[in-house]
T-cell receptor
Framework: SAVISQKPSRDICQRGTSLTIQCQVD?????MFWYRQQPGQSLTLIAT?????????ESGFVIDKFPISRPNLTFSTLTVSNMSPEDSSIYLC??????????FGQGTRLTVV | GQNIDQPTEMTATEGAIVQINCTYQTSGFNGLFWYQQHAGEAPTFLSYNVLDGLEEKGRFSSFLSRSKGYSYLLLKELQMKDSASYLCAVRDSNYQLIWGAGTKLIIKP
C-alpha cells in the first residue's frame, strides 16, 4: 500500500487569495487524483493529475481556478485560486496504480473568510 | 448516467451485525471499492471486489454480484469505533471512481 502525505492539513484563507496543496506519495504511482468533499457529502472528482502533461478536469472545474502540477510520479500540487467562501471544503489527494485500491492523503480542510 | 445508490443512514447495536447495500449503474465495471470515513478524516480503504462472490477480511466482508449491479458490506461484532460513513465506489470503463453518497452508520451501546 502507498502512504500519502498531504499538506497543509488545514488553513484559513482570505477571499481573493490562493492556496497550494501538496501531495507526496512514498512510491511511484500511475494515477493521482484530486477530490473535493463538502461536509456530509461524498467525494467530487476535480481532476486527474497527469505526469508531465496537463491535468484532465471534470465538468465544472477549470484549470484557471484549480491549476494542478505533477512533475513526477510521486508528487502533485493543487492550487485553489482567487478563493471565495464557496471554495471552503475538504480537498483530498488520492493515488493508486491501475487495478488496485486507491489511497488517500489526510485531506486539507480549507476555510475561506 | 452513472449512479451509485446506498442508504443515507443506518443504526445498529454494539456487538451485532449490519449489512450496508450498494447498487450501481455505471458505464463499464472495473471493480468496486468500500471505504470507511470517520468524521473530519480522509477515507480509508476497506475492500475491493472485481469478481462475483464474497471477500472476507476479519470482521468485514464484501459481496459483489455484477449481473445485479449489487454489492454489500457486512460488518460483524460491531464496535463503537465502527461508527463512521461507509462509501461505495465503482471504477468505470475509464478507470475513474464513481462515488456513492455514503452511508452514515451509527452504533448504539
Amino acid at each position: 500500500s502507498a502512504v500519502i502525505s498531504q499538506k497543509p492539513s488545514r488553513d484559513i484563507c482570505q477571499r481573493g487569495t490562493s492556496l497550494t496543496i501538496q501531495c507526496q506519495v512514498d512510491s511511484q504511482v500511475t494515477m493521482m487524483f484530486w477530490y473535493r468533499q463538502q461536509p456530509g457529502q461524498s467525494l467530487t472528482l476535480i481532476a486527474t493529475a497527469n505526469q508531465g502533461s496537463e491535468a484532465t478536469y471534470e465538468s465544472g472545474f477549470v484549470i484557471d481556478k484549480f491549476p494542478i502540477s505533477r512533475p513526477n510520479l510521486t508528487f502533485s500540487t493543487l492550487t485553489v485560486s482567487n478563493m471565495s467562501p464557496e471554495d471552503s471544503s475538504i480537498y483530498l489527494c488520492s493515488a493508486g496504480s491501475g487495478e488496485t485500491e486507491a489511497f488517500f492523503g489526510q485531506g486539507t480542510r480549507l476555510t475561506v473568510v | 448516467g452513472q449512479n451509485i445508490d446506498q442508504p443515507t443512514e443506518m443504526t445498529a447495536t454494539e456487538g451485532a451485525i449490519v449489512q450496508i447495500n450498494c447498487t450501481y449503474q455505471t458505464s463499464g465495471f472495473n471493480g468496486l471499492f468500500w471505504y470507511q470515513q470517520h468524521a473530519g478524516e480522509a477515507p480509508t480503504f476497506l475492500s475491493y471486489n472485481v469478481l462475483d462472490g464474497l471477500e472476507e477480511k476479519g470482521r468485514f466482508s464484501s459481496f459483489l454480484s455484477r449481473s445485479k449491479g449489487y454489492s454489500y458490506l457486512l460488518l460483524k461484532e460491531l464496535q463503537m469505533k465502527d461508527s463512521a460513513s461507509y462509501l461505495c465506489a465503482v471504477r468505470d470503463s475509464n478507470y475513474q471512481l464513481i462515488w456513492g453518497a455514503g452511508t452514515k452508520l451509527i452504533i448504539k451501546p
